[in-house]
């Protein structure tokens, strides 16, 4: 097999675009796996006309590549296709509903989550697996837990999305590229989420000296909120911005070029006092290659980030033992 393969579950927005997005930079083959959905009367398989759909727009674009569309049941019918794949992409979920519980949402997602990741271990044991669906932080742990694999290959995506949309910020007030922006963004995908302004840069030149405190303040609370401002506008959560995010990491991990990203990954206490997290998932910079996460980068951080950092882990570490519990109760 020359091409690699990548496996989206999940082709909803977030799920659809990202297979456009991955068809589209040509590196790689794509499967879409979703439910059926009905018409009226009618049963109809969305995925696989979405999965002809960006086919022949490959065609369109003269870009080569295969893209094909798998239709499965709740049940965990359909996911033969699979196998031999290098990168499973999970974005399959349930969006909280009136009357809806988190933990009820959180239940119900982890239901989800159960049966794909029992047949990821089925078709796909030797994959690496990237989690979108949310709560992030906490389904990337109910994932590593249920797939039993090496924590190096279960990985959340956060922190890519939220550090492009800071970038965003900071290179419209500045105007300058976001590709000369460094800012990292790490913590639970939540409010609390951490901007590294200490170590963010533009061109080389510390951030904070480039926006008065105001100001920086301002785009960290947009960043924070960045989400929300979406769905406010939208009426349903974004998907551009977080498709590329995820086509970013599958990119480091096919071309294996080492990137540094901020991922949501297990933590079992190896930087030590460092990030100081043992036994959950939250978002730290890790470095990206073939291998999945090849290493943890402990980045300096002031007192008042380390603070921050507390408070965003802890607000991830709250919610942690109901996962435990509601994982318990499912085995
Ligand atoms: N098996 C397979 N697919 C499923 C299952 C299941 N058991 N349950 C739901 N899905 C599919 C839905 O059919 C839908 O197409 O998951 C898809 C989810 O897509 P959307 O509802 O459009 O949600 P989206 O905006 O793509 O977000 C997906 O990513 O960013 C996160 O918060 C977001 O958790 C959400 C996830």
New binding site residues.
């Given amino acids: 097999k020359m091409r690699k393969v990548v496996s989206v579950?999940?082709?909803?927005?977030?799920?659809?675009h990202t297979a456009s997005l991955l068809a589209i930079r040509g590196l790689v083959d794509v499967r879409m796996?979703?439910?059926p959905?009905r018409d009226g009367e009618r049963l109809i398989e969305?995925v696989k006309g979405k999965a002809l759909d960006i086919q022949q727009m490959l065609s369109a674009l003269n870009i080569d590549g295969r893209v094909e569309g798998y239709t499965?049941s709740?049940e965990g019918d359909g996911y033969e296709a699979l196998e031999g794949s290098d990168i499973v992409i999970i974005?399959?979920?349930?969006?909280r509903r009136p009357g809806m519980s988190r933990e009820d949402l959180l239940d119900k997602?982890i239901g989800?989550l159960q049966?794909?990741t029992s047949k990821i271990k089925q078709y796909a044991k030797d994959a690496i697996v990237i989690v979108?669906?949310?709560p992030?932080d906490l389904?990337t742990y109910a994932a590593y837990r249920m797939l039993g694999f090496p924590k190096e290959r279960v990985i959340g995506m956060a922190g890519v999305l939220d550090s492009a949309r800071f970038k965003t910020f900071i290179s419209r007030e500045i105007k300058v590229s976001p590709q000369d922006i460094h800012a990292y963004v790490i913590g639970g995908h939540g409010d609390e989420m951490v901007p590294l302004i200490s170590i963010s840069n533009v061109g080389g030149i510390p951030l904070k000296d480039m926006l008065s405190k105001e100001k920086l303040n301002e785009l960290i609370k947009r960043t924070q909120f960045g989400g929300g401002e979406i769905v406010d506008l939208m009426g349903?959560?974004?998907?551009h911005a977080?498709a590329a995010s995820i086509v970013e990491m599958v990119e480091a991990i096919v071309t294996d070029n080492k990137r540094i990203l901020p991922c949501s990954v297990y933590l079992e206490g190896e930087t030590g006092e460092y990030y100081g997290v043992e036994g959950f998932c939250v978002g730290v910079p890790v470095k990206l290659g073939n291998c999945g996460v090849e290493d943890i980068i402990k980045i300096p951080m002031l007192p008042e980030e380390r603070e921050m950092w507390q408070r965003s882990v802890e607000s991830v570490r709250r919610n942690v033992k109901t996962v435990e519990e509601l994982l318990n109760a499912r085995s």
């Fill in positions: 579950v999940g082709a909803g927005n977030v799920g659809e796996f979703d439910l959905k969305p499965v709740p974005t399959a979920g349930f969006p997602n989800v049966v794909i979108v669906t949310n992030v389904m349903t959560s974004a998907y977080p």
